[in-house]
């Protein structure tokens, strides 16, 4: 039995898993690009989320087990609050170190990298256009001249708090299905709910300042520039050659965006996105002859001896291990 628990009114949607998926997309309703998952380090897979949103708005709490790296590109018209909750050894989110009391933006506007080990983690997705009119009027700025912050914003304890309690308690009453009306019997306007507590939440922060080493300009966009290449290339190869014109970049410049942002060479990184993307369609797929290979090949992997090698290694199991477990 799926472990799934959906519960909708006309105006809300809860969506709640303990596993999600292994390697692939939420099966949710979320105003999301690209959301994808590369495990970079051996060990087992896990996540899961609860998911509560509207037509306007999102509220996410997310949990993932694996020392990994998670991207996730929001569609255009929508900007964010990714809140880390709990986490092992070192979290990076946009290459910056997270913290306690903050709450991070995505950079330039779209787009979030987070790499760490087993980390749990809140989320805000709100119209973009709406937050800067709202935020303006607050001010009293022309919505036209105000720029959002596209890095960390440090809480006031009393800020972080209150913020990390309140999203945490929404989302809890989402996953138990309690959430569709107030105390009082009015229908829960979760709109005007998130938008208060994240406007609350920016007011009261302080921009986490630039640091500027002299050696990279801006890691993120390098590396967002070589995924597009990557993605771009399907199951063609890439050589590093290809990532730096695509970056306009050079060699040494990549190397130290990637250990930035994803603590992996450019490469090695990409080498196991694919592999991620393999462990997808084996568990998507039917369990015949040739699928193993088929989804080696689908990805660029074509190397089998190699593929299968690494593909071990990085998940404790063999590919063929994974097809018998397909959902499919």
């Known amino acids: 039995m799926r472990d799934e628990n959906r519960s909708r009114s006309p105006e809300l949607a809860t969506w709640h898993r303990d596993q999600l998926p292994e390697h ?108 800067v009119e709202t935020l303006a009027a607050l001010r009293g700025e022309d919505p036209e001249k105000l720029t959002l912050h596209e890095r960390a914003l440090e809480l006031s304890p009393a800020a972080s708090n209150r913020l990390r309690r309140r999203l945490a308690a929404i989302l809890d009453k989402a996953r138990r299905g309690e959430l569709q009306t107030t105390s009082g019997g009015a229908p829960f306007d979760l709109t005007n709910v998130l938008f208060e507590l994240v406007l609350d939440a920016y007011l009261d922060g302080r921009p986490e300042p630039m640091r500027k080493s002299g050696r990279v300009c801006n890691p993120g966009r390098i590396v967002r520039a070589a995924e597009e290449r990557f993605a771009q290339a399907g199951p063609n190869p890439v050589s590093l050659a290809d990532l730096c014109v695509a970056a306009g970049v050079s060699k040494s410049a990549l ?13 090695a990184y990409f080498h196991k996105r694919r592999l991620a993307q393999a462990r997808s369609r084996l568990l998507n797929t039917e369990h015949r002859r040739g699928a193993v290979k088929n989804a080696a090949l689908s990805v660029g992997l074509t190397e089998l001896g190699r593929f299968s090698n690494d593909y071990r290694w990085l998940f404790g199991e063999s590919p063929s291990t994974t097809l018998s477990r397909s959902v499919i």
């Open 255 to 267: 190397y130290l965006a990637f250990e930035s942002w994803c603590s992996e060479p450019p490469i």
């Open 24 to 131: 692939a997309p939420v099966e949710a309703r979320l105003p999301v690009a690209e959301n994808s998952v590369t495990q970079i380090a051996p060990g087992p897979y896990g996540s899961g989320a609860t998911i509560v949103s509207n037509t306007e708005v999102t509220a996410v709490h997310g949990i993932v087990r694996s020392r990994s790296v998670g991207v996730v590109t929001l569609k255009q018209g929508y900007t964010g609050f990714y809140i880390p909750l709990r986490w092992a050894g070192e979290l990076k989110i946009n290459g910056v170190i997270a913290t306690p009391s903050a709450m991070h933006m995505p950079e330039e506007e779209v787009s979030y990298h987070v790499r760490g080990q087993e980390r749990a983690m809140l989320g805000c997705i709100l119209p973009r256009i709406r937050f």
